[in-house]
């Protein structure tokens, strides 16, 4: 069955594929955003879990149980702060889609669900940081078997009308 790469518009915490990725912070504790998101719609067992993990770089990615959530898994990953684009934020955040896409690799997982990494409160400007994403993605998937299905969640209009364009204009 040949690789998928989608975009959809919706929450990523009612979807029930066996990832969906957190846009966390380093000390994996919780906030606001998608991260806030997953860990009510996880329960307060996923921040017991995360507690044990002593946080994460920015850059990298842990896996945890879903608790909750309809997805088995949540891929945190901690995105760069945007900062003028001086300070390697593009390889940093490139490093965050690698990681989470070889974790889920690791694990055997069939199904993951991407939220626009560092789009929101870490300011990353969302064409640019598209563009990253579905080159880091098709380079993983040209050479993985797994995950065979991966959605790029837009919160809203907006940030969909960016994904799709973005994938067409990189197809
Ligand atoms: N489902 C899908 N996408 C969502 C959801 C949701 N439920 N909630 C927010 N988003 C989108 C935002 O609209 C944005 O496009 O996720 C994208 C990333 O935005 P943030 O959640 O603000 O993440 P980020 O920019 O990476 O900043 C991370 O914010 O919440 C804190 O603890 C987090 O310190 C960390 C920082």
């Known amino acids: 069955m040949p690789h998928q790469l989608m975009a ?10 066996d990832a969906i990725v957190n846009a966390a912070n380093e000390s994996l504790l919780g906030g606001g955003g998608v ?9 307060p067992q996923l921040l017991a879990y995360c507690r044990d993990l002593g946080g994460c770089p920015t850059g990298e990615a842990r896996i945890t149980p879903g608790f909750r959530l309809p997805a088995r898994h949540v891929i945190h990953t901690v995105g760069p702060v945007w900062q003028g684009g001086q300070a390697e934020e593009e390889a940093i955040l490139a490093s965050c889609y690698r990681n989470c896409l070889r974790l889920a690799a690791e694990h055997g997982l069939r199904s993951l669900a991407f939220p626009a990494i560092s789009t929101g409160a870490f300011g990353f400007p969302l064409r640019r940081a598209t563009r990253i994403a579905i080159q880091e ?3 993983f998937m040209a050479t993985n078997e797994m995950p065979m299905s991966i959605l790029m969640v837009a919160f809203d209009e907006d940030t969909l009308g960016v994904i799709e364009s973005t994938l067409q204009e990189v197809s």
């Open 137 to 139: 993605i098709r380079d």
């Open 35 to 43: 991260d806030g998101a997953i860990h009510r719609a996880a329960g």
């Open 8 to 17: 959809v518009q919706g929450d990523i915490t009612s979807l029930a594929v």
